[in-house]
């Protein structure tokens, strides 16, 4: 009889005398993306989307994740074996209480879980058992090494300001607060704070380690010794400190007495445990890096410019191929996405996709997190929606668009016309708004749906996110959604536009561009307001849209728009690519 991951987590939960246990997607840095060697929910599940968790019982287990992947979940798991579940509509905790007998021990691994995340779970009367084992790395035979990719420098001419300066900063923001020192699991403030890079995760240029830093500006980076150069140790300087992994502990255990600095919501919640059992005073606050990386420099702004300008010569080429060939039917998702790549990796600077292509034709552009498989792969056929959302990774920084295209030669139906042009007056009215300064993303996201609402229709994901610079492609803590943390926005962010609508079983609508905040200048103004610069340079299939329910801003502002990527982006292109951007960029209405 074959055992199955389930059935050997599930022995392995009673070898240690717990009645269940929680596998969370992420890896001991809480990230989105994740090594191989963390990859415990694909393993266990076979459901690889980049939000989730598992739940297993004895009798029960559940899976778990929100509405970009449902489709998704229900396609790569098993229903014998699986409970499959939306994440908000049945959050964990909940679940797992209606599901455990009473008293029931239920294990977690605390390098997983933050303390925010593991409070939900004791609120909702669980008694949570911590292991220093996680039964799922004991089950997985064949589990991969840890990545050991190198970091390398990040250059001012990139990064804008000297790890020196950075550091400096932090520290004053911790004297002001009164702590001794702060602990950094996130990669992405350690990437910018130290001015590094590094090829340990798919898709995002981080260097897996961890960081303490302290009032003084010293900083301990805590992170395979393999990965550093002697290059890297000098660009680092004397004032970072480098131990492995393992000394990690201990360095916290010195910390006892002083005041620590951890974030609840981004770091696993051992490191407060391990500092509170070393009498340190643990302060819940946000990691300090979080905000001013948010808030580019003016040379990551201006890398954030090129980046999309030269991002647009390949995205334009690559619409026009799409033009030409959907209609043929001899191209699939599979292909489209290869050839995208293509003309990217044709781009001086080009480091590789911020994440996999989402190529969806047809019904599959409405999995909102899509990715084409060899299984799942299809034809581009005529006459259908096709959308392609994707991305690059260029040292000047980050680029994150969505384009959805009618493929012909027929005419596109009224009603799907008719959506398509309500997301994009949702677009439009995101990408136009000035707003007061202390406003957050939550209370931006009703522009972009409004249109939507107007006629019963909505979609289940935020409308924006935070974007890095040359980091990743979601990064806050800013976001534009319901959902947002109470963070206002400011200047020198990075944030998507991305409202659409999905048809399970016909097809998917987005719209993306990403859009930097700037200061808005504004005559008698009482207070400062913010607007948003549009980054993102290509065509909006136009053939898609019905003018007769625009009104002449939102035509105006679709033909200014037009006029500028003509202008921009022709100028690199040759012979047919750029006879076909000024087509598609001809103005409408």
């Known amino acids: 009889?074959?055992?199955?991951?389930?059935?050997?987590?599930?022995?392995?939960?009673?070898?240690?005398?717990?009645?269940?246990?929680?596998?969370?997607?992420?890896?001991?840095?809480?990230?989105?993306?994740?090594?191989?060697?963390?990859?415990?929910?694909?393993?266990?599940?076979?459901?690889?989307?980049?939000?989730?968790?598992?739940?297993?019982?004895?009798?029960?287990?559940?899976?778990?994740?929100?509405?970009?992947?449902?489709?998704?979940?229900?396609?790569?798991?098993?229903?014998?074996?699986?409970?499959?579940?939306?994440?908000?509509?049945?959050?964990?905790?909940?679940?797992?209480?209606?599901?455990?007998?009473?008293?029931?021990?239920?294990?977690?691994?605390?390098?997983?879980?933050?303390?925010?995340?593991?409070?939900?779970?004791?609120?909702?009367?669980?008694?949570?058992?911590?292991?220093?084992?996680?039964?799922?790395d004991a089950a997985w035979q064949d589990r991969p090494p840890p990545p050991t990719a190198p970091a390398i420098p990040h250059p001012l001419t990139y990064a804008g300001r000297s790890a020196d300066d950075k550091r400096s900063d932090i520290a004053a923001v911790l004297r002001a607060a009164k702590q001794d020192a702060a602990v950094l699991t996130d990669p992405a403030s350690i990437a910018w704070l130290l001015n590094i890079r590094g090829g340990d995760v798919p898709f995002t240029p981080f260097a897996l380690g961890f960081a303490i830093v302290h009032a003084d500006g010293a900083t301990e980076l805590f992170i395979d010794p393999v990965k550093l150069s002697a290059d890297t140790r000098a660009w680092l300087g004397n004032t970072v400190s480098i131990a492995s992994r393992t000394a990690l502990g201990s360095a916290l255990d010195r910390l006892g007495g002083k005041t620590v600095r951890v974030d609840a919501a981004g770091s696993p919640v051992w490191f407060a445990q391990r500092l509170g059992a070393a009498g340190a005073t643990v302060v819940a606050d946000p990691d300090p890096c979080l905000l001013p990386k948010a808030c580019k420099n003016a040379v990551e702004q201006k890398g954030a410019r090129e980046a999309h300008e030269r991002d647009a010569i390949a995205v334009c080429r690559f619409l026009h191929w799409l033009h030409q060939h959907g209609p043929t039917g001899r191209e699939t998702e599979m292909s489209a996405a290869e050839t995208l790549l293509s003309f990217r990796q044709q781009l001086q600077g080009f480091r590789g996709e911020c994440f996999p292509a989402i190529s969806g034709a047809g019904e599959h552009g409405a999995i909102?997190?899509?990715?084409?498989?060899?299984?799942?792969?299809?034809?581009?056929?005529?006459?259908?929606?096709?959308?392609?959302?994707?991305g690059a990774q260029y040292a000047e920084g980050t680029t994150d668009i969505t384009r959805t295209v009618w493929t012909g030669p027929g005419e596109p139906p009224a009603d799907l016309c008719e959506r398509v042009t309500r997301v994009m007056q949702g677009h439009i009215a995101l990408a136009t708004t000035v707003f007061p300064q202390g406003v957050g993303g939550a209370h931006l996201d009703a522009l972009a749906r409004r249109a939507l609402w107007a006629a019963g229709l909505d979609y289940d994901h935020g409308t924006g996110h935070g974007v890095g610079s040359y980091l990743s492609v979601h990064e806050g803590p800013v976001s534009i959604s319901r959902l947002a943390k109470p963070v206002p926005i400011a200047a020198g962010m990075i944030l998507s536009n991305e409202p659409g609508y999905y048809l399970p079983g016909h097809y998917g609508i987005r719209l993306e561009n990403l859009l930097l905040v700037q200061p808005a200048e504004l005559p008698g103004a009482s207070k400062p307001f913010l607007r948003f610069e549009t980054l993102t340079l290509a065509p909006f299939d136009t053939r898609l849209l019905q003018t007769s329910l625009m009104t002449a801003a939102e035509i105006a502002w679709l033909?200014?728009?037009?006029?500028?990527?003509?202008?921009?982006?022709?100028?690199?292109?040759?012979?047919?690519?750029?006879?076909?951007?000024?087509?598609?960029?001809?103005?409408?209405?």
Not at 368 to 377: D, K, L, P
Not at 575 to 587: F, K, M, N, S, T
Request: aromatic share 8%; proline share 7%.
């Open 559 to 589: 033909n200014a728009y037009h006029a500028r990527v003509a202008k921009t982006v022709a100028p690199h292109l040759s012979g047919a690519d750029r006879a076909w951007l000024h087509q598609a960029c001809v103005p409408i209405g």
């Open 368 to 390: 909102i997190h899509y990715r084409v498989t060899t299984e799942s792969n299809r034809p581009i056929r005529a006459n259908e929606v096709y959308l392609i959302d994707s």
């Open 1 to 136: 009889m074959t055992v199955t991951p389930l059935d050997a987590v599930r022995q392995e939960i009673a070898r240690r005398g717990l009645d269940g246990f929680i596998v969370p997607r992420s890896d001991e840095h809480l990230g989105e993306y994740v090594p191989a060697s963390a990859e415990r929910l694909a393993w266990l599940t076979g459901f690889t989307g980049s939000a989730g968790l598992a739940v297993v019982l004895p009798n029960i287990a559940g899976v778990f994740t929100d509405g970009r992947y449902v489709l998704q979940l229900a396609e790569q798991t098993d229903p014998v074996q699986w409970q499959r579940l939306h994440i908000i509509e049945q959050p964990p905790p909940r679940w797992l209480a209606q599901q455990a007998a009473a008293g029931a021990r239920i294990g977690y691994d605390p390098l997983l879980i933050s303390a925010e995340g593991l409070g939900r779970y004791t609120e909702a009367g669980l008694a949570m058992v911590p292991v220093n084992d996680n039964p799922v």
